[in-house]
């Protein structure tokens, strides 16, 4: 299995940028699909970002499109998720994921492994 930690989160000014970093360790981890999902207070987890195994395709909901940029580089079991332009309707909890399908990658049903989750704050 995969074992995912999330790191990079802190409060920061509307507009503001920061990169979320995700080390994996344990087995195949370049066969895997990863996401970013975040959630906030009272709503449901939601996908906000997810790159195939290979990193050739990524996904972003509309909300983060060309504010937010997701990689991976398999050589050192990493995944990042860089954000910038940052709203405060971006402040949630925010957990990297890896998944098995790169058919399938919205859901968090879709994944099986979860990072502990980074807080992201960003003021008005």
């Known amino acids: 299995q995969v074992q995912l930690v999330d790191s990079g989160g802190g409060l920061v000014q509307a507009g503001g940028s920061l990169r979320l970093s995700c080390a994996a360790s344990g087995r195949t981890f370049s066969a895997y699909t990863m996401g970013w999902f975040r959630q906030a207070p009272g709503k449901e987890r939601e996908c906000v970002a997810a790159?195939?195994?290979?990193?050739?395709?990524?996904y972003y909901t509309n909300s983060v499109k060309g504010r937010f940029t997701m990689s991976r580089d398999n050589a050192k079991n990493t995944v990042a998720l860089q954000m910038n332009s940052l709203k405060p309707e971006d402040t949630a909890v925010y957990y990297c994921a890896g998944g098995v399908l790169s058919t399938r990658y919205v859901s968090p049903s879709d994944y099986l492994y979860w990072g502990q989750g980074t807080q992201v704050t960003v003021s008005s």
């Open positions: 790159i195939t195994w290979d990193g050739i395709n990524t």
